[in-house]
T-cell receptor
Framework: AQSVTQLGSHVSVSEGALVLLRCNYS??????LFWYVQYPNQGLQLLLK??????LVKGINGFEAEFKKSETSFHLTKPSAHMSDAAEYFC????????????FGKGTMLLVSP | NAGVTQTPKFQVLKTGQSMTLQCAQD?????MSWYRQDPGMGLRLIHY???????DQGEVPNGYNVSRSTTEDFPLRLLSAAPSQTSVYFC?????????FGPGTRLLVL
């Protein structure tokens, strides 16, 4: 069984401030971890993913995330928020066992103020 | 490459009506899936398919049917729509570990 918890349904930051979106996971096997972004009235776009290897992964639009096995976390960060980052962000987990399904967190809405 | 396409973009149904949400992909992916998205609930898996002729249930399968006769197409059927099925529906196909999502279908059941 696998699950994802995203802390905070809404996060507000000022433009230029650090963005930190929290994600904790539960998985009985080594996880694959993902962050997706959804802009209003659009589908989901992959930001970044962790499968194996380097635990710090870089994605599009200046985002990065670090896989911390000991903390079962995969937090998403960006050093400086931009107005265009306002969107909903979803953390998700699967595994490398065959056709493992993808389990999503409930999402975090990022609000960016000028 | 069109990627994953979904039709229609928006649909209004009356309770008890039936309809089929279409999903197609041109990437030759074996694995396809359907999710529904509801406010505060994230995305929940309805059904998935690991190849033509093979389907399985996800987390919330009740009220939905699927079939997979070709690699390209994975339609989702609502046999008797209920207001609880008002949602945004996303189809996805998968290559290796990464899923690629369609633009979604907004369904309103009155």
């Amino acid at each position: 069984a696998q699950s994802v918890t995203q802390l905070g349904s809404h996060v507000s930051v000022s433009e230029g401030a650090l963005v930190l979106l929290r994600c904790n996971y539960s998985s009985s096997v080594p996880p694959y971890l993902f962050w997706y972004v959804q802009y209003p009235n659009q589908g989901l776009q992959l930001l970044l993913k962790y499968t194996t290897g380097a635990t710090l992964v870089k994605g599009i639009n200046g985002f990065e995330a670090e896989f911390k096995k000991s903390e079962t976390s995969f937090h998403l960060t960006k050093p400086s928020a931009h107005m265009s980052d306002a969107a909903e962000y979803f953390c998700a987990v699967s595994s490398n066992s065959g056709y493992s399904t993808l389990t999503f967190g409930k999402g975090t809405m990022l609000l960016v103020s000028p | 490459n069109a990627g994953v396409t979904q039709t229609p973009k928006f649909q209004v149904l009356k309770t008890g009506q039936s309809m089929t949400l279409q999903c197609a992909q041109d990437m030759n992916h074996e694995y396809m899936s359907w999710y529904r998205q509801d406010p505060g609930m994230g995305l929940r898996l309805i059904h998935y398919s690991v190849g033509a002729g093979i389907t399985d249930q996800g987390e919330v399968p009740n009220g939905y049917n699927v079939s997979r006769s070709t690699t390209e197409d994975f339609p989702l059927r609502l046999l008797s729509a209920a207001p609880s099925q008002t949602s945004v529906y996303f189809c996805a196909s998968r290559r290796q570990e990464t899923q690629y999502f369609g633009p979604g279908t907004r369904l309103l059941v009155l």
